[in-house]
């Protein structure tokens, strides 16, 4: 269930090429499942911002944002001891149930972060995971220590092949030798969509623009294979692969 909270940030710092990592101090931390989102308040914005839970440790929260615009360019200048006025945890995340013995995780850019509590569960359950990331270049790369403190070695895909695979996600699969048929997958809609079109079992998170975050405003609707109008904050973000058009 939602609530809303006070979070005291502890540091926020860049991690890389316009990325940034956020902690912050909160009891909403112990209620974030993998793949659920918090809509955060910024000082002198009427909408929020959703943004993806990357991870949760001992009351902490961790959220990595890239800067688009004046709001998440604002969020770069607080510094720890402030706080973020935060809704959440929002949203149906990654199941992380099932008769499965190996996942797939495969992120694309900013899609990369819930992942990060998705391998964790996943492993706590006892199962192999694989992890691939897409990305633009290198300078775009973060989120490797991540996954590398969970013992996972990421495998990554670059357009220009600057690191890792030339390619997709889907070039550093094949390359990788990675066969495991059960996927979870968050990044950007073409990716998305190719994941779709090559995996029929698992799993995938959809980004969107979000006013509200809670399922009123309208502002988020996809459309399922049966022509049913669903919001992507309320009914997903997470929807079984083959569910949605995208």
Known sequence: ??????????????IAKDIWKIDLETPQAAEVKPGQFVMVELPGYFLRRPISVCDTNDGVLTMIYKVMGKGT?????????????????????????GSVDAVLLIGGGVGTPPLVKTAKA?????????????????????GLDLFAQLGIDAHIATMDGSMGTKGT????????????????????????????????????SLESRMG?????CMGCVVTDNGGELLRVCKNGPVFPIGKVVL
Do not use: H
Not at 73 to 97: A, C, I, R, Y
Not at 123 to 140: A, P, Q, R, S
């Open 169 to 204: 996600v889907l070039d550093a699969i094949k390359e990788c030798n990675i066969d495991t048929e059960f996927v979870q997958a968050c990044g950007p809609l073409p990716m998305l969509r190719a994941v779709q079109n090559a995996y029929s079992k698992g799993y995938i």
């Open 122 to 142: 996943w492993l706590e359950k006892g199962k192999k995971v694989d992890v691939v990331l897409g990305f633009n270049t290198k300078n775009d790369v973060f």
């Open 212 to 216: 509200c975050g809670i399922g009123v």
């Open 73 to 97: 360019d604002l969020m770069t200048t607080l510094k720890p001891g402030e706080s973020l006025n935060l809704v959440g945890p929002l949203g149906q995340g990654f199941p992380v149930v």
């Open 1 to 14: 269930m939602e609530t809303e909270n006070q979070a005291q940030i502890l540091s926020n710092v860049e």
